[in-house]
Structure formats: C-alpha cells, structure tokens
C-alpha cells in the first residue's frame, strides 16, 4: 500500500476511507456468520461431546489490560496474550523472543541509548509497537528519553524481574495515555510473574543450556506460611551466554535475579501483596568490530573488550481492599539502579573510543491509588492518582583509546516529577452497545544540572584532521586530540527546568455484533513530555538543546470474532495516527556521533492489522498475524530535512507475516509429544536514518535491511501430570541474520559498522513441578 500525504482533505479521505473499509468488512464477516454463531451458542448449551476427535473451542483468556479482569475477546482494544509455559518451552525468556510474534511489534530490551550495551535504567526503550520506538537522548547523554512503551512488571512501572517464574504477558498496541501516562505513547507491555498460592507447598525449577555455551537455571518454591491466610513465593534465575561473534565481546552477558514475594488474606475483602526482587548483570561489548564493507557483507576484526556491571534493587506492594460499592488499590514502589561501564566503539577516522559511563544514582519512586467499581457493576468506572519521581547523576566521558584525548563528557544531575489524575468509564446503552470515555491530566517537571565538555580539537592527529584544519594522522594514534582546546557549558536553575502539563483523552464506542463478535472504534490521546539537553553543536561546541512534547491523536477501529463453534478466531484492526512533534534524534552530521539532536517532527500513519486462530482439531492449531504500516513526514522542521534523507520512519518493517503451528501426539500412558512452529517474514525498510549527502552516494543500500524469512521450531514432551517435561528447540532455522544497527559514518573512503541478530541456535529446556 503506497500512498502520499499532504496537507489537503486527501487526508481525512484516506482516514475515512480505510476506517470506513475496516468497518464493512467486519460487519461482512459478522452477517456472513451470525446464523453460524447462533448455532453455536444453541450447541454450547448441550453436554459436551466425550470423544478426543471432537472439535474443542479456543481456550477463553482472562487480562488485566484495562485494570479490570475481562476475557480478552471481550476487550475493544489491540490486545496480544502469551503464557508463561508456552514462553518458557519454547526457551522464550528475553523481551525480544517474548515479542517477537506478536504483530506490529519488535524489538526488545535496550541495552543502552545507543546501540553500545552499556545498560539503562529503562527496558522499553528498545521496544518498537507499530513502527514508534523511543529515542535515545542527545550525543553525550547517557540517560534515555522517556520510552514511548510502558513496561510493567508485575504493575511496577519499569520494575525488573520479568523474564523468570512468568504468568503471562500481556501487549496492549495503540496508545493508551489515559490509563497509564505518558510513557504510552506506542501501547504497553505487561508482564504478570506467578504470586503465591495459599493452596499448598510447591516447586518449579528449570535448566536450559544452549549454542553459544547459554547456561540458565530458575527455580520458585511456594510456601503457605498461615493457612488460607499467608504464603511467600521465592523465585531465582541465573543466565549466562557468549556472544555469537566472539565469547567475550558483544552480545555476551551473565545474569543473577532474585525475588520475594508475600501474599496476605487478613480478612475477607482484604489482600497485600509485598514484593522484593534485585538483579545484577555483567553485558560484554567490543571483542570484535563489525565493519560493514559491502551493504550486505559484514567482516570482524579483533577489538578492545569492555563491561558494564549493573545493579538494580526493587521493593513494592499491592493492596487491595474491597470497600462495598467500590475497590481500592494503591500500588507503592521504590526501585534503584546503579552502573559502572567501559565500552569501546569504533568512531570517526575508524579510531576507537574509550567510553566510561558510571551512575552512582539512579532512584524511582512511584505510587499509584486507584478506586474501581465491582466487577458485577453494570457502569465500569475507575479513577486514581499516579505520582512518579526520578533522581539520577550520571557521569559520561568519552576519550581516545589510543591517547586518552577527550571527544566529550557530561556530568547530568537530573530530577523528574510527575503527577497525574485520570478517571475512565465504560457505560451500557443498550445490552449490545457500550460507551467508554477518559480523561488524564498530567504535569512533569524536569530540572536539570548538567556541564558538558567538548575538545574542540577532537580531531587533530586524527584521520579526519584536515576537518577541523589540524594535523593528520593514521588510526588510532598516540596523539588522536592533543592537544585538547576545552569548550565547557553549564545548565542549571531555571535555565535547566522545564514544565509541562498534558490532557489525554479516549472515547470509545463498542457493539456486539453476536456474543462471539465485536465491533469497536475509538479516538484517544498520548504524550511524552520534553526536556533540556547539551549536546554537541557546530564545530564540536557544547550547545543547549530544549525540545518540545509528543504529542498523539489515534483513530482505530477494529472487530474480534470466534466462529464455527469459536474454533476460528478472527481479530482486525486499523488505526490512523496523527503525530504533533514526534521526538527523533537524528545526527547532525553522520561522521561525528557527537553530532546528534533531537527534533519534533509531525508525523502520520496509518495501518492495519489481522490476528487469527484456527482450532483445527484437538490435536492441530494454526495462526496467521499480519501487520502492514505506512508512515509520512510532513511539515519539516527547519534542519530536519538537511540531516535526513528519508521522509518515512525507520527502524522497523512496514510489513510483516507470521505463521504458527501447534500438533499435539498422545503417547501410551498419558504422556504427549507437542511439535510447535512459527516463521516471520519481514518486508525491507531502513535501520537508520541517513543523511541526504550519504543517500546521494550509495549510503541507503547500506542502511537498508533486505526482507527476510526467520522461523522457530520446538519438541516438547510432557508426562502425563504434565509435571515434568523436556524441550528440544530451533531459533532462527533458516540461519538468517538482519542488521540490529548500522553506523554509517561516510561512504568514500567507506566508514562503516554493523551488528547483527543471531545466527540459527539450538537448545534443551528441563523443566520439573513438584
């Protein structure tokens, strides 16, 4: 689908158009099965059929998406389900493996603001939900932006702790301000870890080894404590993998988590959850140097090997109390990050840079007080307070490796307040027409102290000398920037504070077509706010950066059926977004990494959307997700358009088409062989944005990834109490790999680097209930 936008009524056309299509299509699929569906609601009512060659209905699932427990095909919303047990055999336990088959959705945990594992305080920052993935901050920062996907962990914002002992993870796709604020800009990610069971004691351990000598082990005990009154989970993990370029370097890391939690009934209508968890990670960086010398060819060569050690620590509760009329929780949670880092990266003149990144403090603070009508209540109503606080300092020199010459440092103390009022209700017309409205207020404030350095020197007796009318010399010289000529700026007081108060909305209208059909369609609101930032300017002097906030208006409309017998799950959506000021960081210019600003720039797309499911027998099931978005730049700000080349977003496939299969053999005694599949295909797009100069010279071959196909494929066999099991898993069997990030720094002489996604790995899961 190709197509142009202008600031003509061509727009609303095509809005109209494709809401309007989406519209009379699910209401075709809903005629065309009603007489169907009412067949299979007049046969739910008869007992059901004892023999294993049956046809069986899709499993009904339960979400919390929305604050209140509902079957997920009962939710008007673009909503993604996965268990904790299929994650866990089919060796699923990163947020990149979690997301990968969810459509519209890619990417997974940042490492760092770059694409450097020099950790980060804020996860989501490398999820990417309907092409919208957040940005890092300046050149020289080390802080990221605030990410445009909310993440939480067992409703901690950010918390940690989510890749072990899972329930379920839940995807919400489409901005969902009202409810969450505004680091939910491109939807949410929610991850449910197991709580304590008051039933009786109980363990789960697994062990995992796989390529790239991946060692992980993971254990929970459940212990009743006082019955029917107190129980404590306590759950552990341990990861460890090599790189798969080299075994000490890039893409190597080792893992230990930990985490508590107590459940307490004290009295009917009464429940506190307390909850303690840490987890320290060492991620390894350098070791080999990608260098990309053909636009799909990628050559290593021996580099410096850098770790980041990072510490993060989190307590946090949930208490619930149903007070009559109404329920009230309040969610309290404190979590700490700490980060000492040395990575090596290749930077301009193909010299290599000595990063040092340490943050001695890195503190949040959140509470959350919500009162939410009864779950029999005919009016679902909700509202609540949210208040979030961060305090970090952090410090980021940036050197010659060969000489110790400074490229930049910044030294950040910076303060986040953020309070927010929200209020959300959901209102019968009729018993098959439902009204929704919200509204959030918000006001951050962001003060920042921060001095910046930068050698204006940078590149004297560097390869790239002559740029600066110095001294030229080969890689990596003894002299690279000597001597240095310091410029330092400073930001602080009111110069460094910066305000800003948002309004989300949401409206929504949702009609029963059938009891197995809904039609929806909604227009809601999201933001993330802005900030300050020094980074470098022209002629490598510090310069001060404010931006603006993102801000979101959505259109979408979307039906979820089940036919024959709810056997067929059919789930389609379209959505239209309207973008005032989207936050991209682009670099000024591309040979210096010092370079990079951000801008807002309007924004539109438009996409659509297909999940489906077929229970084909009780032993086979089949799924097909497809997604396509197009995307527009429009009204360019001044700059912008002499920075960057492409007027369409980067950094995701416009395209993309999953398969999944499941058949499940019954063995003699009760045990079961399941055989799972499932194969992505991507279309091509831009990893990166590049400059008009580099385009001119070949540069977006280099930035281009091509399409590709990547599959998974797992056996698993179950006893027959399903208490234990051993899993044989594929990733990647077609051995295709696809550029995570490119580095384009000039094309003559050529500059470039590369790092890529894994090879084809295999692996065994135990796995053992007890």
Excluded at 558 to 580: H, I, P, T, W
Aim: aromatic residues 8%.
């Amino acid at each position: 689908m190709g197509w142009k936008m202008t600031r003509t009524s061509r727009d609303n056309s095509c809005r109209r158009s494709l809401l309007a299509g989406t519209a009379g299509l699910t209401l075709a699929m809903g005629a065309a099965c009603l007489p169907v569906q009412a067949q299979a609601q007049a046969q739910t009512t008869k007992a059901a059929p004892t023999s294993q060659d049956a046809p069986q209905a899709l499993d009904e699932i339960v979400v919390t998406a929305e604050r209140f427990e509902r079957n997920v095909q009962k939710t008007a919303a673009s909503v993604t389900v996965q268990t904790g047990q299929d994650l866990l055999t089919q060796g699923k336990f990163t947020l990149s493996t979690i997301l990968e088959t969810v459509p519209g959705v890619s990417g997974g945990e940042s490492e760092g603001v770059s694409n450097e594992p020099t950790g980060n305080d804020s996860p989501a920052a490398g999820i990417t939900i309907r092409g919208v993935s957040s940005n890092g901050g300046l050149s020289g920062q080390t802080l990221s932006g605030v990410p445009a996907t909310a993440l939480y962990v067992d409703n901690v914002y950010n918390g940690i702790g989510g890749g072990y002992d899972v329930d379920r993870v839940e995807v919400l796709r489409g901005p969902q301000g009202t409810l969450y604020g505004r680091s939910a800009t491109a939807g949410v990610v929610a991850i449910h870890t197991r709580n304590p069971n008051l039933a009786g004691y109980s363990v789960d351990a697994s062990v995992e080894a796989g390529s790239y000598d991946l060692r992980r082990a993971s254990v929970a005990v459940n212990a009743p404590i006082v019955s029917d009154h107190l129980a404590l989970r306590v759950a552990a993990n341990h990861y460890e993998r090599d790189g798969a370029d080299v075994d000490k370097g890039f893409g190597a890391s080792r893992g230990d988590d930990v985490k508590l939690k107590l459940l307490a009934l004290p009295s009917d209508g009464v429940s506190l959850l307390i909850g303690a968890s840490m987890q320290d990670r060492t991620l390894y960086n350098g070791g080999a140097a990608g260098n990309l010398v053909a636009p799909n060819t990628v050559e290593y060569t021996p580099y410096s090997v850098g770790t980041a050690k990072l510490k993060s620590r989190q307590v946090w509760a949930e208490l619930n109390v149903d007070l009559g009329p109404a329920r009230l929780t309040y969610l309290p949670a404190y979590r700490s990050f700490n980060q000492d880092a040395t990575v090596f990266v290749v930077g301009p003149g193909g010299n290599s840079i000595k990063q040092i990144v340490t943050t001695p403090e890195d503190d949040f603070v959140t509470h959350e007080l919500r009162l939410t009508s009864q779950p029999d209540s005919m009016i679902k109503w909700q509202t609540g307070l949210f208040y979030y606080s961060n305090g970090i300092r952090s410090s980021n020199r940036n050197v010659w490796e060969s000489s110790d010459g400074l490229l930049f440092s910044a030294d950040i103390d910076r303060k986040t307040r953020d309070l927010g009022v929200f209020a959300e209700a959901t209102v019968p017309v009729t018993q098959a027409l439902r009204l929704t409205g919200g509204l959030r207020w918000d006001k951050t404030t962001v003060t920042t102290a921060e001095v910046y350095s930068s050698n204006l020197s940078v590149f004297c007796n560097t390869p790239l000398g002559f740029v600066s009318g110095c001294a030229v010399a080969g890689q990596n010289s003894p002299l690279a920037g000597l001597p240095e000529s310091i410029s330092t700026i400073k930001v602080s007081g009111n110069a460094g504070r910066r305000a800003f108060k948002n309004l989300t909305y949401k409206a929504r209208v949702e009609y029963d077509l059938a009891p197995a059909n809904l039609l929806y369609a909604s227009i809601s609101s999201a933001f993330l706010p802005g900030d300050v930032q020094i980074g470098t300017g022209a002629g490598n002097v510090p310069t001060v950066y404010p931006y603006d906030s993102e801000k979101l208006t959505a259109y979408e409309i979307g039906s979820k059926n089940r036919f024959f017998d709810r056997r067929l799950q059919v789930n389609l959506g379209a959505f239209y977004y309207d973008y005032a000021g989207y936050q991209a960081s682009v670099q000024l210019d591309q040979s210096n990494p010092a370079s990079a600003v951000l801008f807002n720039v309007p924004l539109r797309m438009v996409g659509v959307e297909l999940e489906t499911l077929f229970q084909l027998s009780p032993a086979d099931r089949i799924g097909l997700n497809v997604s396509h978005i197009d995307s527009k730049f429009h009204d360019l700000p001044a700059g912008f358009a002499d920075a960057v080349a492409q007027r369409e977003l980067w950094g995701f496939a416009p395209t993309s088409l999953t398969l999944l299969y499941d058949h499940q053999i019954r063995l003699s005694g009760g045990s079961t062989l399941n055989l799972h599949g499932d194969g992505a295909w991507r279309s091509a797009y831009d990893v990166r944005f590049t400059t008009p100069g580099l385009a001119a010279q070949g540069g977006l071959d280099y930035e281009r990834q091509k399409a590709l196909f990547q599959g998974n494929l797992n056996l698993t066999w179950a006893s027959a109490n399903d208490r234990l099991s051993v899993t044989g898993y594929v990733r990647n069997v077609t051995d295709k790999r696809y550029k995570t990030y490119v580095n384009l720094q000039s094309i003559s002489p050529l500059q470039a680097s590369a790092t890529l996604s894994d090879p084809r790995t295999f692996g065994v899961v135990l796995t053992g209930k007890f």
